[in-house]
C-alpha cells in the first residue's frame, strides 16, 4: 500500500514532535505524516538528574500517543530507506511512503560496540551509563553506596548528544561524596576525547575550578576502547606524552584542569586504568540507516545528514530539511539548539511551499545546564563562534541556585507542556 503526505516527518522525538505541532499551529491544513516506531517518549535532559537521585525516571517517560499533534497522522513503523531522488522512504514494514517535502529527525544513536566489553557489563560491576533510561537509576545505586577508591567518568571523541552529561554527573557525584564525607577516598578521572573541559573559554573557567576543588584528574584527547567490569580495568589510546601520561596518572598531581598537549603524529600509545566504579558514555554518529543513505554527508565519518547549517535545508536535495542530533550542523546537539532550530525549519518550509526562498536562518544557538553541585548549577549559552549567548541579565557562567531550579523543575514542565506543543 502507498501512501503520500505533503510533509513527512521522520521520528516524533524532541525535534519531530516540535516542527509538527508548529507547523500546525502555523498552517492547520497541512497532510502532515510522523513516522516513529516508539509507543514511547522520554525526557532525556533529566537522566543526569536521575543519576544523580534527585528526579525520578517514570517522570522521564510519557505515551508518544498524547504529544501527536492533532491534524497529523502517526505512522508506526521505522524508517529503513531513504530514496530522495524519488521523494519517498522505505518503512521496516515494507511499506514506501512518499512526501512533497521531507522532514529528518530521527535522533543520534549510540555506538555501544565502540567500547569493547562495555554492553556486557553495564548496570553491573558498578559499570553504568545516564544514556540509557534502565541504567540512569543504577548509576544513582553505584554512586549512592560507593565507599571510596578509583572512579573514571568517560566522554567519547566523537559528537555526542549534550557534551556536558559526561562530565555533569561526576560534579554531582563527587559533591555527593564530598557531603558523605568520603571524597578523599576517591581519586576521579576524567577520561575524554575533548582537548579541554568546555570549549566556550568563559564557561570553561568555572569548569576548570570546578575540577580543582574535586581534585579530578583528566586525560584530555583519550579514545576510551574497552571497559572491562570484571577485570575492573578501562583502555584508552592516546597520543600524549610519556610525560603527561606519568602526570596525569599520578594521583598526588592536581594539575586536572592542563589540556593535554596533542600532537596528531605521536604514536598512538594504550593506556590502562583500574577503576571500582565507572561512568560511560557511548561514541556516537548517526543512525545507520541515515549513514547509508544518499541523504548523509559523505565527507564525515558520523554519517550526519547535510544540511546548509544556517537554513537546514539539505545542501543537495531542496525538498529535505533535517534538525536535531541528527545533522552535520556543527553545534551542540541539543534540546535547547532545537528549540532555535525548529521555528527555522517551520518558517522555511513555509517560504519553499509558497516558492519563496528560505532565509530564516539558525546561528548555532545551544545550551548546556551544568550542574556544578547539588543545588548549583552554571547555564552556559553559545553559538557556532562559541560565543557566550546568555539569555538573563547576569554573568551566567556563576553557577547559582535559580538556574538549578531552572533546570530541575522550570524545563521539565516546559518541555512536556509547551515545547513538545510548539508553542514556545
Ligand atoms: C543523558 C542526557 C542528558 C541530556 N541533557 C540535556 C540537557 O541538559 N539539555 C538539553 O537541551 N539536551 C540534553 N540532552 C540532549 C537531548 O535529549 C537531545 O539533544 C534531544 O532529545 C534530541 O532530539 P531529537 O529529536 O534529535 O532526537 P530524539 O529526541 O532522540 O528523538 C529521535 C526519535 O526518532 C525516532 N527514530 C529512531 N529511529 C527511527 C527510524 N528508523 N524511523 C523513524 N523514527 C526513528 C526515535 O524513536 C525517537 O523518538 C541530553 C541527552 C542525554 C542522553
Not at 509507543?39 to 538528574?49: R, S
Request: charged share 20%; glycine share 6%; with cysteine.
Amino acid at each position: 500500500m502507498k501512501e503520500h503526505f505533503k510533509i513527512l516527518i521522520i521520528g516524533g522525538g524532541n525535534a519531530g514532535l516540535s516542527v509538527a505541532s508548529q507547523l500546525i499551529s502555523k498552517k492547520s491544513n497541512l497532510n502532515i505524516g510522523i513516522i516513529e516506531p516508539s509507543q514511547k517518549h522520554y525526557y532525556q535532559p533529566a537522566w543526569t538528574l536521575v543519576g544523580a537521585g534527585i528526579y525520578d525516571i517514570n517522570k522521564t517517560v510519557r505515551n508518544e500517543k498524547n504529544y501527536i499533534p492533532k491534524n497529523s497522522t502517526w505512522i508506526i513503523d521505522a524508517v529503513t530507506e531513504f530514496m530522495p531522488s524519488e521523494n519517498k522512504v522505505l518503512c521496516k514494514s515494507g511499506k514506501e511512503i512518499s512526501y512533497d517535502y521531507l522532514v529528518v529527525s530521527p535522533g543520534i544513536q549510540l555506538d555501544w560496540d565502540k567500547i569493547k566489553s562495555l554492553k556486557e557489563t553495564l548496570g553491573k560491576n558498578n559499570v553504568s551509563s545516564n544514556y540509557l533510561f534502565e541504567f540512569a537509576p543504577k548509576t544513582w545505586g553505584f554512586i549512592q553506596n560507593f565507599k571510596g577508591g578509583t572512579d573514571v567518568f568517560t566522554n567519547p571523541p566523537t559528537p555526542i548528544k549534550c557534551g556536558g552529561a559526561p562530565h555533569k554527573i561526576m560534579y554531582l557525584a563527587c559533591d555527593y561524596w564530598k557531603t558523605k564525607g568520603i571524597l578523599d577516598k576517591c581519586d576521579v578521572h576524567y577520561v575524554s576525547g575533548g582537548a579541554g573541559i568546555f570549549g566556550v573559554p568563559e564557561y570553561a573557567e568555572t569548569l576548570k575550578e570546578v575540577l580543582k576543588k574535586f581534585e579530578i584528574i583528566t586525560h584530555f584527547n583519550s579514545n576510551v576502547i574497552s571497559i572491562n567490569g570484571d577485570t575492573k580495568k578501562i583502555v584508552y589510546e592516546t597520543q600524549a606524552t610519556d610525560e603527561t601520561i606519568k602526570q596525569n596518572l599520578s594521583t598526588l598531581d592536581a594539575y586536572c584542569y592542563t589540556i593535554a598537549p596533542h600532537d596528531p603524529n605521536a604514536e598512538t600509545k594504550k593506556v590502562s586504568l583500574k577503576f571500582d566504579l565507572c561512568h560511560a558514555v557511548p561514541p556516537q554518529s548517526a543512525p545507520d540507516f541515515v549513514k547509508k543513505s544518499p541523504l548523509a554527508d559523505s565527507n564525515s565519518p558520523y554519517g550526519f545528514v547535510e544540511v546548509d547549517k544556517y537554513t537546514l535545508q539539505h545542501s543537495r536535495f531542496p525538498n529535505v530539511f533535517a534538525l536535531g542530533d541528527c545533522t552535520n550542523a556543527p553545534c551542540s546537539k541539543t534540546g535547547a539548539a532545537i528549540r532555535k532550530q525548529a521555528p527555522v525549519v517551520v518558517a522555511n518550509i513555509l517560504s519553499v511551499l509558497k516558492q519563496q526562498k528560505p532565509t530564516a536562518s539558525y546561528d548555532g544557538y545551544s545550551a548546556c545546564p551544568i550542574p556544578t553541585q547539588y543545588g548549583k548549577l552554571m547555564l552556559a549559552e553559545f553559538d557556532y563562534d562559541n560565543k557566550p549567548k546568555m539569555t538573563f541579565p547576569f554573568d551566567q557562567a556563576k553557577p547559582r541556585w535559580t538556574m538549578w531550579k531552572l533546570k530541575t523543575k522550570i524545563l521539565p514542565w516546559l518541555y512536556w507542556n509547551k515545547i513538545l506543543k510548539g508553542t514556545v
